[in-house]
């Protein structure tokens, strides 16, 4: 036993067992103090002796504006967690050797310090390699350059290198006395990141590598725990986690006397520019987080939990911009109902019955094919806390326990207090659900004037860097810009040229970087692009060619850096064969033509997107459809405080700049194959702006109407109830009394609330309906046993009001119970309004 476990354990022997309730409005940080142990059990993290249990979300600090931050965590809190996650991005901190940068989104000590004014823990999930979707995986580019160097494996070079990050960091959150032993927030760090998924490219090294790693970490001294994750097993006293949507049924802990953790619970999935739509159901995640803390689980994280934004250049190879906007706390900040409430009451009920939970002793039965019981049980204390779990798909039931039958949904998860009184189950929403709307403000037309500068298409004359082939892009651009320009020129003589005038040569490229434009003699000839699940795509375009000297220019762009995989510091891109098909004389190969190359956009070097930078180049006024063209216009501050977006759906691909702040890469020509575009809409943080005369900066890479972009609000002004009669009620009407829930009414009718965002209130019913009622929130339609008196119920119990609650009851609404079709449901969508 370690002096840390030692004396750990001599505390919780001293230790009174205490019972954290969902009280979070703490005035002060009272969590740690300076000499405070956190260490584990096979239970769970014990802090100064004493097990508890964690509900984490993840935030990224360079995903939000440091103005959003505090609302951020305080949202996070209200929905009950009492734990942030955060990566640490080491290309964002130290972009060139030596150099670092702590400023502004990269405040990783004020993001944290933030967290403990919040009196709430910290997740520090250093890495360094992160991979987060984030440009080449958090790893900084110039360790591509260092000599012999291989990534994350048992190879001198890059261990020195992390090494030398990982000392850093934590010395740095020492200075600011961050760690729990300094009376900090910090509980947990991570050395590593999914090293399962890369392992076998290193064989019997990568446990050399691993070993290391581990050792490495526990050297620096940080006062907490370290762990692993998405592993089952880990070096020393390095706790192995878990990632995945179903961690309960897929996961198992072999290191027995270290707690079962859970670091990434998918929220959702994240998105690449051509992904349908991906959405995970609250039903779902809670299903899964009580099956895990039925097995024995003490900490989930949930990934993510706001997703925020990849401004700039931060996403990694074809990533959206908009990250993880299905998360409980959508891209704007805004709470994603119902997977926000679901969870939020998940966690209060687990927490005030967590004496049973986390000292109880643990028991299971099978109650029948996918049914379970898993129980925790204080004899002495009279204390008992059950899951029961419906594991079957489409199948609900009915099962014996204890004496008593209990109705258990199919998929879902029942949690009885006392063993006895369901107060929770996964597939019963009682919260309400809320839509999201765009509001198009007036200041899109305002000063609509736009001016643009086009980039001067190169030729082979005008480049510096000239070869026999083309050249590898990133060896380049040095992720320093997502563009490359190539350029070569050949002469044709008339015999070389198609004598029939219906026969047009084609121009065929074959490239490993993202996506590419072409210009023959200047002009314009189309656009290319490869996908996330394939390497490489095919440029072919037909061209105008002439006699004499003939131009080919191609602007080849990259979305990114590629974010995993064992071949990460190997990857390139760039233009791998150039051919001319259809000449007279057959065809014509350039790939040994002899090649110029220009990195990165004139409008890129002299920042044109900056107030400072937009005088260097003329611009005048604007003309549709112009490739590898910038163009910029003035515009007011919507009024309000809800979120702003830009609707690009005019616009084909390029990058937006406000006030020179990267808001970073759109792709609306991208589309998923329901043909609407990947991502339309991108976030203005409103720190970004000023109240008057901000300057937009749009490049345009290929073809575009920037009168069309549309300047919006973000509201969640449309909220609904969906609740069955039939529904066993949820318990709403408890209360802790000590360590046990007290039930103070025997009221269980099914209800559900209606609340409106803060300052605002009911001003209008939009759907109200009791019976069979079909659609979801935001598109409802009345179903064939739907009673007209619904509404007017609804109007006089909800309109004026910031909140109201609704009975569901058949008899209140007129509602005829025996109709064939009823599902004696109530659907309501009400619409807020300040």
Not at 370 to 376: I, L, S
Not at 601 to 620: A, N, P, T
């Amino acid at each position: 036993m370690t002096v840390a476990r030692a004396a750990a354990a001599l505390v919780a022997a001293a230790a009174v067992l205490a019972i954290l309730l969902p009280g979070w409005a703490a005035a002060e940080w009272t969590r740690t103090k300076k000499g405070t142990i956190v260490t584990y059990d096979g239970r769970s993290l014990m802090i100064d002796g004493k097990r508890d249990l964690f509900f984490s979300g993840a935030i990224h600090y360079p995903r939000s504006p440091p103005e959003m931050w505090p609302k951020l965590i305080e949202r996070a809190k209200e929905g009950g967690l009492n734990t942030i996650e955060t990566y640490v991005f080491w290309n964002a901190h130290e972009p060139e050797p030596g150099k670092y940068n702590f400023e502004g989104r990269l405040d990783l000590f004020k993001f944290i310090k933030i967290i403990q004014d919040h009196d709430m823990y910290a997740i520090v999930r250093i890495g360094p390699f992160i991979q987060a979707e984030w440009n080449h995986g958090g790893l900084p580019y110039w360790l591509r350059e260092i000599g012999h160097i291989i990534f994350r494996a048992n190879n001198d070079p890059f261990k020195k290198e992390m090494e030398k990050f990982v000392r850093f960091i934590v010395q740095k959150l020492k200075d600011a006395e961050l760690f729990a032993d300094q009376g900090g927030p910090i509980i947990l760090s991570q050395i590593e990141n999914e090293y399962g998924n890369i392992k076998k490219d290193h064989k019997t090294e990568g446990d050399k590598y691993l070993e290391w790693a581990a050792q490495m970490a526990l050297s620096t001294q940080a006062g907490v725990p370290w762990i692993m994750c998405k592993q089952s097993t880990a070096p020393g006293e390095v706790i192995p986690t878990c990632n995945g949507r179903h961690c309960g049924d897929t996961w198992t802990l072999r290191d027995k006397d270290k707690p079962m953790l859970w670091t990434e619970n998918w929220t959702a999935q994240f998105r690449a520019y051509g992904d349908q739509l991906a959405m995970r159901s609250a039903e779902d995640i809670a299903y899964a987080v009580l099956r895990f803390f039925a097995k024995g689980g003490s900490l989930v994280n949930y990934y993510m939990y706001h997703g925020g934004t990849n401004f700039g250049r931060n996403g990694a190879s074809y990533v959206l911009t908009g990250y993880y906007d299905e998360a409980p706390m959508d891209e704007y900040g805004m709470c994603k109902e119902p997977k926000f409430g679901h969870l939020r009451d998940l966690h209060n009920v687990i927490r005030s019955y967590q004496k049973a939970f986390l000292m109880g002793e643990h028991s299971s039965q099978i109650l029948g094919p996918g049914y379970e019981a898993h129980t925790f049980e204080l004899p002495e204390d009279n204390l008992c806390l059950s899951f029961l779990s419906n594991n079957n798909t489409g199948e609900d039931g009915t099962v014996v326990f204890r004496g008593e039958k209990h109705f258990v949904p199919s998929r879902s998860v029942s949690i009885l207090a006392g063993c006895k009184n369901v107060v929770y189950n996964t597939k019963r929403v009682f919260v309400q659900h809320s839509e999201r709307s765009f509001h198009t403000s007036e200041v899109t037309n305002k000063n609509n004037l736009w001016e643009m500068y086009s980039e001067q298409i190169p030729k082979f004359h005008m480049t510096k860097i000239r070869t026999k082939e083309p050249l590898e892009q990133y060896n380049q651009t040095k992720d320093a810009s997502d563009y490359l320009w190539y350029t070569t020129c050949f002469r044709l003589e008339s015999d070389d040229l198609p004598f029939r005038g219906d026969i047009r040569p084609v121009l065929q490229v074959k490239s490993t970087a993202h996506s590419m434009i072409g210009f023959a003699n200047d002009a314009f000839v189309g656009t290319g692009r490869g996908s996330k699940q394939v390497k490489g795509f095919m440029f072919e375009k037909p061209v105008d060619l002439k006699v004499g000297v003939n131009h080919i220019t191609l602007l080849s762009s990259t979305m990114g850096m590629k974010d995993s995989g064992g071949e990460l510091a190997e990857v390139k891109g760039g233009i791998q064969e150039c051919l001319i098909q259809g000449l007279n004389t057959g065809t014509l190969d350039l790939q040994v033509n002899g090649w110029g190359h220009k990195a990165a956009l004139e409008g890129e070097d002299k920042e044109i997107y900056s107030e400072k930078g937009m005088g260097k180049v003329q611009w005048k006024p604007a003309q549709n459809d112009q490739p590898a063209t910038w163009y910029k216009r003035y515009f007011d501050e919507p009024d309000g405080e809800d979120p702003v977006v830009l609707d690009m759906s005019s616009m084909s691909k390029g990058m937006i700049f406000v006030n020179g702040e990267g808001v970073g890469r759109y792709w609306t020509s991208y589309r998923t194959l329901s043909g609407s575009p990947s991502q339309a809409l991108y976030h203005i943080p409103r720190p970004f702006l000023k109240s008057k005369d901000n300057l937009l900066v749009v490049l345009e890479e290929e073809v575009g109407k920037p009168d069309g972009i549309l300047i919006q609000t973000v509201t969640r002004d449309d909220i609904c109830v969906v609740l069955s009669e039939h529904n066993p009620a949820q318990i709403k009407t408890w209360d802790t009394d000590g360590d046990k829930i007290k039930l103070i009414a025997e009221d269980h009718s099914t209800r559900g609330t209606l609340s409106c965002p803060p300052k605002k209130t009911i001003k209008e019913v939009v759907f109200a309906s009791f019976g069979n009622p079909e659609g979801v929130c935001g598109n409802f339609t009345a179903g064939t046993c739907h009673t007209p008196d619904a509404k007017q119920v609804v109007e006089k119990e909800c309109l004026g009001k910031a909140s109201c609650t609704l009975q569901v009851e058949h008899t209140l609404y007129g509602a005829d119970i025996n109709c064939q079709s009823t599902t004696a449901t109530l659907g309501v969508q009400v619409r807020c309004s300040s």
